[in-house]
């Protein structure tokens, strides 16, 4: 059972739970199974919209699977009982050979939503990640690597690095070199451009206190 301070509000169900990793929406309230983000605290606006769309199209995923497996069971089934049939009379196992597409048609199809349903799910997903993570920073009144971002988000430093470099690919964000070569993002200035190096107490102190509105939301440690 998770203790006191394992627990965190989820956007989605309103409830003290605990976050759990998953492996395509990187985390996922324990409860209700809606996808969540450490740190993210408001209660409307474009990112809660967009993790809602997210844990909707989750949803649809598993009803479609249902069907799927269910579909699968019962073409395997008349399958079975075509085989046995065609030992006794050779219409009645055609005729049942013949239902038996029905429920294949369905299966395959069914599965293919699904899969389609996985990949709109992760899609949604990642644009919360990407609109919070760009509110933050911009917001912000220093530049901040991938590590740091990765450390108060938990999760890995790839993968904030490429959430980070997608913002600034899109001009949500700035990337700055510093003398040193090291790789932070600001809001600060249009494009790319050589900064002054970053201490980590500065980029820590970023994430510590969050403000108030989705618009001033900061990464926190959880």
């Given at each position: 059972?998770?203790?006191?301070?394992?627990?965190?509000?989820?956007?989605?169900?309103?409830?003290?739970?605990?976050?759990?990793?998953?492996?395509?929406?990187?985390?996922?309230?324990?409860?209700?199974?809606?996808?969540?983000?450490?740190?993210?605290?408001?209660?409307?606006?474009?990112?809660?919209?967009t993790?809602?769309?997210?844990?909707?199209?989750?949803?649809?995923?598993f009803?479609?699977?249902?069907?799927?497996?269910?579909?699968?069971?019962?073409?395997?089934?008349?399958?079975?009982?075509?085989?046995?049939?065609?030992?006794?009379?050779?219409?009645?196992?055609?005729?049942?050979?013949?239902?038996?597409?029905?429920?294949?048609?369905?299966?395959?199809?069914?599965?293919?939503?699904?899969?389609?349903?996985?990949?709109?799910?992760?899609?949604?997903?990642?644009?919360?990640?990407?609109?919070?993570?760009?509110?933050?920073?911009?917001?912000?009144?220093?530049?901040?690597?991938?590590?740091?971002?990765?450390?108060?988000?938990?999760?890995?430093?790839?993968?904030?690095?490429?959430?980070?470099?997608?913002?600034?690919?899109?001009?949500?964000?700035?990337?700055?070199?510093?003398?040193?070569?090291?790789?932070?993002?600001?809001?600060?200035?249009?494009?790319?451009?050589?900064?002054?190096?970053?201490?980590?107490?500065?980029?820590?102190?970023?994430f510590?206190?969050?403000?108030?509105?989705?618009?001033k939301?900061?990464?926190?440690?959880?």
């Open positions: 059972m998770a203790s006191v301070a394992d627990l965190r509000p989820c956007p989605h169900c309103g409830g003290q739970v605990k976050y759990e990793p998953d492996p395509q929406l990187l985390w996922v309230c324990g409860a209700c199974g809606g996808p969540v983000i450490p740190g993210f605290r408001a209660s409307s606006g474009p990112i809660l919209d993790l809602a769309g997210a844990k909707r199209a989750k949803a649809g995923t009803a479609r699977r249902m069907w799927a497996g269910a579909a699968g069971a019962l073409a395997s089934g008349l399958a079975i009982a075509s085989g046995i049939s065609a030992l006794f009379s050779a219409t009645v196992a055609i005729a049942l050979a013949a239902v038996t597409l029905v429920p294949i048609l369905v299966a395959f199809t069914s599965w293919k939503g699904a899969t389609g349903k996985v990949a709109e799910a992760k899609r949604l997903t990642e644009e919360a990640w990407l609109l919070y993570l760009g509110d933050v920073i911009r917001n912000s009144e220093r530049s901040i690597s991938a590590e740091k971002v990765a450390q108060a988000a938990q999760i890995s430093v790839a993968r904030a690095s490429e959430m980070l470099e997608s913002l600034a690919r899109r001009g949500d964000l700035d990337l700055n070199i510093t003398h040193e070569g090291r790789l932070t993002y600001s809001g600060q200035a249009p494009g790319v451009r050589v900064a002054e190096d970053t201490t980590t107490a500065d980029e820590a102190s970023e510590e206190e969050p403000l108030e509105g989705e618009a939301a900061r990464l926190v440690k959880p």
